[in-house]
């Protein structure tokens, strides 16, 4: 068979699987997702909620403290919490909320904004990895809950950042990637069997904050992305060397995760600092597309659909053009808040009453179709805290976080 006729055929295998996936539902492994881009490739979901909201399928009221989101593969649901004077990896059957196992982490973050975890566990295969808040990084047996091996940010020279370690750290081939932050390194690659060192970014030196890094595959060169306080810059997944840096300067904390199309990379912070476009060549040069304050997200996250990016930029909702950076519309009809997106839709949480919004995608306007409340909500949260775990869906399923309490819903069109 001709190689073009063997790649055509292949790619339409490809999409014929893709599609029926995309149907049935997918997997949520880690953090925003399969690719790191918080945009569900699922199908067939409601278009809209009754009054009340979707049906809630679960409810699990023992979750403890944090901010941790969920990782959902295989049918399990994995977070991160508290119990008993320790931080927990907490997994729960993700169709019926059943618990099935824990597994300490050691030590609970103490913080004026809430105590507990802020990281989402990572599952790679037969082992999931959780990075605690003052950053006990642990490799766990997804089949036992029997911990593997262990190592801590301290170790790698970092120190806890004032909120936390927050990360949710990386597995890329053979190497779980983490950013302790420290004059040995400011990005790390561990064995993920043995959590044995492989090497730190020597050329990126500065603290770590609190965004998590995006691998990609800028020019075809395989590349780790990740930001600090003062820039964002490509590494190399070999061995961590620079491969191109830019400056970009934050303030106070930059939370939201690089979104990577392509050879562009885009960055966004809060506390004024605005949003970023670069284009990467072949040589890793960098050119700057724009620099401009119509989105300053904070860490509620931005999700790029189409070409256009969509979050809160501290002042409303914001449909912002990737292209270009220009701000094509701003509502104010939720308050700030995390946001998401599957089949066409924004699921944009309101962080301070635990409304959540249905939205089209659309770059015309705002066009909000359903909204509800989430109910019950935690009663030991921080008078601080507020409900900042991002939503997840899942196999036709919308998984809310507040706390100890974990909700599941039912988003399947009938």
């Given amino acids: 068979m001709p190689t073009s006729l063997r790649t055509l055929t292949a790619l339409l295998a490809f999409s014929t699987l893709s599609l029926s996936a995309s149907a049935a539902g997918s997997d949520w492994p880690q953090w925003r997702g399969p690719d790191r881009s918080d945009v569900s490739q699922e199908t067939g979901l409601l278009k809209a909620w009754p009054a009340a909201g979707p049906k809630r399928l679960w409810l699990f009221e023992n979750a403890g403290q944090g901010y941790s989101g969920p990782a959902i593969a295989k049918g399990k649901y994995y977070t991160i919490g508290t119990r008993d004077g320790s931080e927990i990896l907490l997994v729960l059957d993700a169709n019926t909320g059943k618990e099935l196992w824990t597994a300490k982490l050691g030590s609970i973050l103490d913080n004026g904004w809430g105590d507990g975890p802020r990281g989402t566990p990572t599952v790679d295969g037969d082992r999931v990895y959780a990075l605690s808040g003052p950053g006990n990084l642990v490799c766990i047996s997804t089949t036992d809950g029997k911990i593997l091996w262990q190592t801590t940010m301290k170790s790698l020279g970092g120190q806890i950042p004032k909120w936390g370690y927050t990360e949710s750290v990386l597995v890329d081939g053979p190497h779980v990637l983490c950013t302790p932050g420290d004059a040995r390194g400011t990005v790390a690659a561990l064995d993920k069997l043995t959590g044995k060192v492989v090497w730190q970014s020597k050329d990126i030196t500065e603290p770590a904050h609190y965004s998590s890094i995006v691998p990609a595959l800028i020019n075809g060169q395989p590349q780790l992305v990740q930001r600090n306080e003062?820039?964002?810059?490509?590494?190399?997944?070999?061995?961590?060397?620079?491969?191109?840096?830019?400056?970009?300067?934050?303030?106070?904390?930059?939370?939201?995760?690089?979104?990577?199309?392509?050879?562009?990379?885009?960055?966004?912070?809060?506390?004024?600092?605005?949003?970023?476009?670069?284009?990467?060549?072949?040589?890793?040069?960098?050119?700057?597309v724009y620099e401009n304050k119509v989105m300053k997200n904070h860490h509620g996250g931005v999700v790029l659909v189409g070409n256009h990016v969509y979050g809160h930029n501290d002042n409303g909702w914001v449909c912002q053009d990737f292209a270009t950076g220009a701000e094509v519309w701003m509502d104010k009809k939720l308050g700030k808040g995390a946001v998401t997106s599957a089949d066409g839709m924004l699921y944009c949480l309101d962080e301070r009453s635990g409304t959540l919004v249905l939205a089209e995608a659309s770059p015309a306007a705002w066009k909000e179709v359903s909204r509800f409340t989430l109910s019950p909500q935690s009663k030991i949260r921080s008078e601080k805290g507020k409900i900042w775990t991002h939503p997840v869906i899942s196999h036709g399923k919308l998984y809310l976080r507040d706390q100890d309490v974990i909700a599941c819903f039912d988003l399947k069109a009938p």
């Fill in 230 to 288: 003062k820039s964002v810059f490509g590494l190399s997944p070999k061995d961590g060397k620079l491969l191109w840096q830019t400056s970009f300067a934050g303030r106070t904390a930059v939370i939201p995760t690089p979104i990577v199309r392509g050879n562009e990379v885009y960055v966004t912070a809060g506390y004024g600092s605005g949003s970023k476009l670069v284009r990467i060549s072949a040589d890793n040069q960098v050119t700057e």
